[in-house]
């Protein structure tokens, strides 16, 4: 069986190093990109199998390159995981309603892009690859 292919779009690039090493350290084959626009080009370049995507970016957003890549004939199927620092809902450090209210618009505006999932910053490694697993394992359904 082929390795799977992911893309990483991320402009930390201490992000894309941690995220890269343990998604290779599993068997996949991994590609970066450090801004939404080289994303996009890289995407349709590799026709990745999954994006893993960040949100705040310079360029292009998160939102905006999902929403591009689900445009796209070329990349419509690809899942798009959004791993992103805005925070979850379930994030602790949100004591206020309107804190929450706004993650949860976040989340909803991830999905409405065309996200199949969307897992906040920090993610210890193994929740990052039962969540990489699952997605590939469910055709890109996500959770």
């Given at each position: 069986?082929?390795?799977?292919?992911?893309?990483?779009?991320?402009?930390?690039?201490?992000?894309?190093?941690?995220?890269?090493?343990?998604?290779?350290?599993?068997?996949?084959?991994?590609?970066?990109?450090?801004?939404?626009?080289?994303?996009?080009?890289?995407?349709?370049?590799?026709?990745?199998?999954?994006?893993?995507?960040?949100?705040?970016?310079?360029?292009?957003?998160?939102?905006?390159?999902?929403?591009?890549?689900?445009?796209?004939?070329?990349?419509?199927?690809?899942?798009?995981?959004?791993?992103?620092?805005?925070?979850?809902?379930?994030d602790?450090?949100?004591?206020?309603?309107?804190?929450?209210a706004?993650?949860?618009?976040?989340?909803?505006?991830?999905?409405?892009?065309?996200?199949v999932?969307?897992?906040?910053?920090?993610i210890?490694a193994?929740?990052?690859?039962?969540?990489?697993?699952?997605?590939?394992?469910?055709?890109?359904?996500?959770?």
């Amino acid at each position: 069986m082929a390795k799977a292919k992911i893309l990483v779009v991320d402009d930390e690039k201490m992000t894309v190093s941690i995220v890269t090493g343990v998604l290779k350290k599993h068997g996949y084959e991994v590609y970066a990109a450090y801004n939404g626009v080289t994303g996009l080009e890289k995407a349709k370049e590799v026709l990745p199998d999954l994006i893993i995507l960040d949100i705040m970016m310079p360029l292009m957003d998160g939102y905006e390159v999902s929403y591009r890549l689900k445009n796209s004939a070329l990349t419509a199927k690809i899942p798009v995981l959004m791993l992103t620092a805005k925070g979850g809902v379930d994030d602790p450090d949100t004591r206020k309603s309107w804190e929450a209210a706004e993650r949860i618009k976040d989340r909803l505006q991830g999905f409405d892009s065309g996200a199949v999932e969307f897992v906040t910053k920090p993610i210890k490694a193994s929740d990052l690859v039962k969540r990489v697993k699952f997605i590939l394992w469910s055709g890109g359904m996500g959770l």
